[in-house]
């Protein structure tokens, strides 16, 4: 079972340790923290949260999937790793140092902090084919909402993790069909704002650099905040993905409560059910007890 503390004897100064290593990497990379949230949202939805992207065993390895474009944040998880290691030898998985990071990384943020629940164990398989299913850029919404679905997530938790996308980048990589050939009839997504269409392809020309990077979030691409869903809102999200939560009755209704002006007084508070959210997706198909292993070393078995 995992809970929080989970390491409270055996261990009791991981936390520190992982939220000292994710502060020092913030220090000289300042898109560490949506890199390393994005990492464990990455991990939990293949074959569970269980540091399976971790693994580095070659061309077939799960991180180099398709679907996990980008991802990085790897060598902060294995230098925390080895910190932990030194004092509490064969204790901690990799998938727990994935969670804390990626709290940690809120924090940064100026996001809500939570407690992790802890006592995930390692994963045993990672195989690139396992990956073929991560929720697309240009899945439609009813797409999205069966790939969280599937993971026990709620079309209310799909809004709120996707507004994880209030702070980092996006490589115009993953623009080119929104702007160029939207479906069915090429051209441009036509629920990107007026205002913002001319911007968004200053930016991401068509047949320019994919690599170039753009904030998700216009305007607040650092700060953690849910300007992301009243940009949602206004046809300022930058994701297709994201623009598509704005599509649908159900998830719209979603975004459009963190707006409402009974809203405060009903207790309902992005950053809380943001938090609330991000532990749910920590349980995804998670290792406990005897099962799995804890890694030495989180790139290898
Ligand atoms: C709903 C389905 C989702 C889709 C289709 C999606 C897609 C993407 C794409 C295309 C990028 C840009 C990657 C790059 O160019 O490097 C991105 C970045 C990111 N995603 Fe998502 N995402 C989804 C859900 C999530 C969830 C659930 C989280 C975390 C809870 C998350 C966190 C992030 C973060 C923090 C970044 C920024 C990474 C960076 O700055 O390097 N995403 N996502
Ligand atoms: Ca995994
Ligand atoms: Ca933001």
């Known amino acids: ?53 971790l693994i580095e065993n070659g061309e077939k390895a799960e991180r180099h999937a398709f679907g996990h474009q980008g991802v990085g944040g790897f060598e902060v998880i294995e230098k925390a790793k080895a910190e932990v290691e030194a004092v509490c030898p064969g204790l901690v998985s990799c998938a727990d140092i994935v969670a804390l990071a990626a709290r940690d990384a809120i ?33 439609s919404i009813q797409q999205l909402k069966a790939k969280f679905l599937e993971k026990g997530l709620s079309e209310k938790d799909l809004v709120l993790l996707s507004a994880a996308h209030t702070i980092g980048t ?5 623009m080119t069909k929104r702007l160029y050939n939207f479906s069915p009839n090429g051209g441009s997504d036509p629920s990107i704002n007026p205002n913002f269409l001319p911007e968004l392809k200053a930016t991401c020309p068509e047949n320019g650099n994919v690599n170039v990077r753009l904030a998700m979030d216009r305007g607040s691409g650092e700060a953690f905040d849910s300007q992301i869903l ?10 297709q993905s994201d623009a598509n939560l704005y ?30 959210a991000m532990v749910k997706m920590g349980r995804i198909g998670v290792l406990t007890g005897s099962q799995g292993t804890i890694r030495r070393v989180c790139a290898s078995f």
Do not use: W
């Open 107 to 139: 924090l940064l943020a100026n996001g809500p902090s939570y407690d992790v629940e802890t006592g995930r164990r390692d994963g045993m398989v990672s195989n690139l084919s396992l990956a073929e299913n991560m929720p697309d850029v240009e899945d």
């Open 170 to 174: 996006t490589a115009c990589f993953f």
């Open 1 to 53: 079972q995992l809970q929080v503390g989970f390491y409270g004897q055996t261990c009791p100064n991981v936390e520190s340790i992982v939220s000292g290593t994710v502060r020092e990497a913030a220090a000289s990379n300042q898109n560490i923290a949506p890199v390393l949230l994005r990492l464990h949202f990455h991990d939990c939805f293949v074959q569970g949260c269980d540091g399976s992207i």
């Open 247 to 276: 599509r649908d009755e159900t998830t719209k209704r979603v975004v459009d409560s963190y707006f409402g002006i009974l809203s405060p007084f009903l207790g309902t508070s992005f950053e809380a059910d943001f938090a609330n």
């Open 230 to 239: 009243q940009n949602i809102r206004s046809g300022f999200a930058v994701l």
